[in-house]
């Protein structure tokens, strides 16, 4: 079953906090979807590094360093946002924000 993260990153981008390998926090805004990741960068094949959807292990494009990230969705804070922008939204330049917070 694919996590309601990983569809809102293939749908849009995501601004989500996390927890670094190195156990520092960090804000990143990212996603999956390849029209917002430059020419230079985009894979030839499958996403640049493997994926482990059992480990919930996710390739993302970090938007603001202009890199791919890996990140384990474990260590996503929850509360993190999905904007997603529909075309004729996009045309009037009216965003919509979904506010996802997991269950307990």
Not at 6 to 14: F, I, S, T
Not at 16 to 31: F, N, V
Not at 43 to 63: C, F, K, R, T, Y
Not at 80 to 92: F, G, H, P, Q, V
Request: glycine share 4%; aromatic share 8%.
């Amino acid at each position: 079953m694919v996590s309601k993260l990983v569809e809102h990153l293939k749908d849009g981008v995501v601004t989500l906090d996390y927890t670094k390998a190195d156990g520092t926090e960090r804000r990143m805004i990212c996603t999956k979807q390849m029209e917002y990741v430059p020419e230079e960068h985009i894979p030839s094949g499958e996403h640049p590094s493997p994926e482990n959807a059992e480990e919930q292990l996710w390739v993302v494009w970090d938007i603001e360093k202009n890199a791919w990230r890996k990140i384990y969705e474990k260590n996503v804070k929850p509360g993190w946002k999905s904007t997603s922008m529909l075309i004729d939204e996009y045309n009037r330049r009216d965003e919509m924000e979904i506010i996802f917070t997991p269950e307990e």
